[in-house]
């Protein structure tokens, strides 16, 4: 049955990007489609409330919604990234056909440990339906064949499987949400409509077993998981971001973040720190600063990132360095992006005070969704 299955996952996913997806069904469209319009996706404005349980399910209005998690997992230590993408191309209303690539389900996996130096790192994708792929609403539950994330009793489970690595996870809510931004409508440039829709569930518990060759061993770790959706997510004057989350040692929690702009300076910024009383600071753009450190530069692809940073958010200053250098996705086969996503610990004074993840989009070229 799993043969199967993957079999028609593999003629299910093209893996092309969506909006070569989309071009394609409207090719094989009859020739009066052009008389019907493209249909709309719906946009990010302020003022909506986030509720949950139904939040944390799919928004399929949307263009793009991604369910991401990252952690340390011991022993180790392990820096451990799944996430879940879906995407809706922008088709004709009158495309019938069972086919037409209305969802797409991408998923990433990467382990990051230092003893082998580079990431262990793999991808999928396909067209929602026939029980393949999909994403449903008002409740996370997302996948793409075998691979999952659900959620259920104030927990997630998720399970990924690959030649080399198979990772099963318990992740439980140790925290409330962060509504990011303002109740959770958080601006990424300008203007109010190039925003998303975001939440962040620090400081998971994280606890299963991660097979590797023929050995299986129990691990736990903390984790972090971010939900975002939004319709017009990179401005035009942006050409990618540079991310962390970070869960302090002492129970708070710290998102920061930058646009940047085609000169590599900064475009947009934000971010939020919660304290471990409960207190929230939410950081307007002229509070948030990274740094570029020390550069490394990828073998595979010839891009060069900027691994070691220093970050300030209000009167937090922080010193990101990377688990080990090399944490490099080359996901062209899926999104058509090179990305560097990696495991990261923070320092203050010198001294460890947090773990957590850093993310650095669009240092190849300006990064589409």
Known sequence: ???????????????????????????????????????????????YRLRFPEDHGSHPDFRIEWWYVTGWLDPGPLGFQITFFRARPQLKDDNPSAFAPRQIIIAHAAIADQAVGSLIHAQRAARSGFELAGADRGRTRVWVDDWSLRRADNSYRTSIATREVSLDLVLASTQPPILQG?????????????????????????????????????????????????????????????????????????????MRDRQGGQYWAGGSLRRPDGRMTVFSPETVSFIPGREWKSARTGITYPVSWQVRA??????????????????????????????????????PVGRGYLELTGYGKRLQL
């Open 182 to 258: 303002r109740n959770g409508y958080s601006r990424k440039g300008p203007a109010p409509e190039s925003a998303s829709y975001y939440y962040s569930l620090p400081h998971l518990r994280a606890s299963g077993s991660l097979i590797r060759g023929k050995g299986k061993q129990p691990v736990s770790g903390v984790a972090w998981l971010d939900h975002e959706w939004s319709s017009q997510y990179l401005a035009s004057g942006a050409v990618g971001w540079d991310w962390i989350g970070i869960n302090m040692d002492d129970g708070g929690a710290l998102m920061a973040f930058r």
């Open 314 to 351: 209000g009167e937090l200053e922080l010193a990101i360095e990377p688990l080990f250098d090399d944490q490099e996705h080359d996901t062209r086969a899926t999104t058509g992006a090179i990305y560097w996503e990696g495991a990261a610990r923070a320092l203050a004074d010198g001294k």
């Open 1 to 47: 049955m799993r043969g199967r299955r993957r079999t028609l996952t593999l003629l299910a996913a093209t893996l092309l990007s969506p909006e070569r997806l989309a071009q394609a069904a409207d090719a094989k469209a009859p020739i009066t489609r052009h008389s019907s319009p493209l249909t709309p996706f719906a946009q990010v404005v302020p003022g």
